[in-house]
């Protein structure tokens, strides 16, 4: 019978973001980036929490998949769009692992429906 070691995770994810996790969520991926580690779990992805001057508190929040408009993932870089927000927040990431490919399953899973609705002769929203 052959054992597949599951590796661990680094410090700061133990340290940091594993205490934060609420009942019943479960990591599912990490990597390392240069403002911290950045953490899939089956409720969202946590991120290095940012500053209001853009630079990180040393803290971590969690963005629940829900809230994802788009992410992408080009040059090592991971974009994140909150639905609530116009601006991606970037995140440079030297150890992607497998982290880019699980945000894509999850954030497209959490797609419920995609259409785009005229408003009229100028323009629409995309729902």
């Not at 992805?45 to 829900?66: C, I, K, M, Q, Y």
């Not at 040059?75 to 909150?82: H, N, T």
């Amino acid at each position: 019978m052959v054992r597949l070691r599951r590796e661990r995770p680094p410090a700061p994810v133990v340290a940091g973001v594993l205490p934060a996790f609420g009942r019943g969520e479960r990591l599912l991926e990490w990597a390392v980036g240069a403002a911290g580690p950045l953490t899939a779990t089956n409720h969202g992805l946590w991120l290095p929490a940012d500053a209001v001057d853009g630079t990180t508190n040393g803290g971590f929040e969690r963005v629940g998949w829900e809230r994802i408009d788009r992410a992408g993932w080009r040059e090592e870089i991971l974009s994140v769009v909150e639905a609530e927000h116009d601006r991606a927040r970037q995140y440079p990431l030297s150890e992607p692992r497998r982290l880019p490919a699980v945000v894509r399953e999850r954030v497209t899973a959490a797609i419920v429906h995609n259409e785009h609705v005229r408003l009229g002769p100028a323009g629409g929203v995309r729902i």
